[in-house]
């Protein structure tokens, strides 16, 4: 059985206190999502240029700390459709997936991985939070030029987002994978750990849920595959939009049952182990469900 677990961060309203927010947490700005097919580009638009992962920037971000997108006046391509993602409160966002020439790419600018704005911290939240989302969508509109059913050449709805055959008509729909993060605590111990490549900070638990499971047994085999520990008392904390790897994020928490000997999959991890709240190591950035969800235990408020 699986509780709700209350959110101690609802409380109180978070902005007021000038608290650390998730990425998605971009008030008082707001995402309108909703597909618009009647949405044309202006030359004061902004324009995410993304190709398999890679996001056009002005290279000056990494000094400046904050993400400066191109407008569709500084970018020259012609017979080139600027699909229409989204706004963040009347800024609208369209997508440019091709490949820009030299000659194309605005002075200053250039071609840098989208998950290395997440890992050096660069705002402002807004900007991050669309360069992570537009990814998501780039994906996916990249993913869906075919039809996997006939191999047809696909078009894009004309009533919501959502790309379609007109050969067969089969429908597609942007792609979120449900995967789960698991804090299990042992008294007044976490379970953290560390990737064996890529993320090199401390991580909790966490995977994709399988074809025909919920997400109740997603958390128990993903402890046992990873540490080998059985887990109980399961419940729900929060969810997290995560476009870097195309997915929504459910947070949990759940305490360990019986034997607490951690048995770690060397092929994932390279580190596992109880720590006490207050020698917990929190990432760098505060962007992350994960990162949140450490915080919260070190703090000693998880219920």
């Not at 909703?34 to 638009?45: I, L």
């Not at 770690?264 to 969800?293: C, H």
Request: aromatic share 10%.
């Amino acid at each position: 059985m699986i509780k709700r677990m209350s959110n101690p961060c609802n409380r109180t309203n978070p902005y007021l206190k000038g608290g650390k927010k998730m990425v998605q947490d971009i008030y008082p700005h707001k995402l309108h999502n909703e597909f618009d097919p009647n949405v044309q580009a202006t030359q004061e638009d902004v324009l995410l240029c993304i190709v398999n992962g890679r996001i056009l920037i002005h290279l000056n971000c990494f000094e400046n700390k904050e993400v400066v997108f191109p407008k569709v006046s500084d970018i020259q391509v012609e017979n080139v459709e600027y699909r229409y993602l989204f706004s963040i409160d009347n800024m609208k966002y369209f997508l440019c997936d091709m490949q820009l020439g030299e000659d194309q790419i605005p002075s200053g600018y250039g071609y840098v991985e989208e998950r290395s704005l997440r890992i050096e911290g660069i705002g402002p939240k807004d900007n991050l939070f669309a360069a992570i989302t537009g990814k998501h969508l780039a994906d996916w509109y990249r993913d869906t030029k075919f039809c996997g059913r006939c191999g047809h050449k696909m078009v894009h709805s004309t009533k919501e987002r959502a790309m379609v055959c007109p050969e067969c008509h089969n429908t597609v729909y942007p792609r979120i994978m449900p995967a789960v993060i698991v804090g299990v605590i042992n008294g007044d111990k976490l379970l953290l750990t560390k990737y064996r490549t890529g993320f090199k900070y401390n991580a909790l638990i966490a995977g994709f849920t399988e074809i025909g499971e919920t997400v109740e047994e997603t958390v128990k085999r993903e402890v046992m595959e990873e540490a080998g520990i059985k887990v109980n008392n399961i419940r729900y904390y929060k969810s997290q939009p995560w476009g870097s790897a195309n997915d929504i994020l459910l947070g949990f928490f759940c305490d360990v049952k019986g034997n607490d000997e951690i048995s770690m999959d060397t092929n994932e991890l390279k580190y596992a182990d109880w720590v006490q709240r207050d020698e917990i190591i929190l990432q760098p950035g505060e962007f992350s469900l994960t990162n949140e969800m450490m915080k919260l235990f070190k703090e000693n408020k998880v219920e």
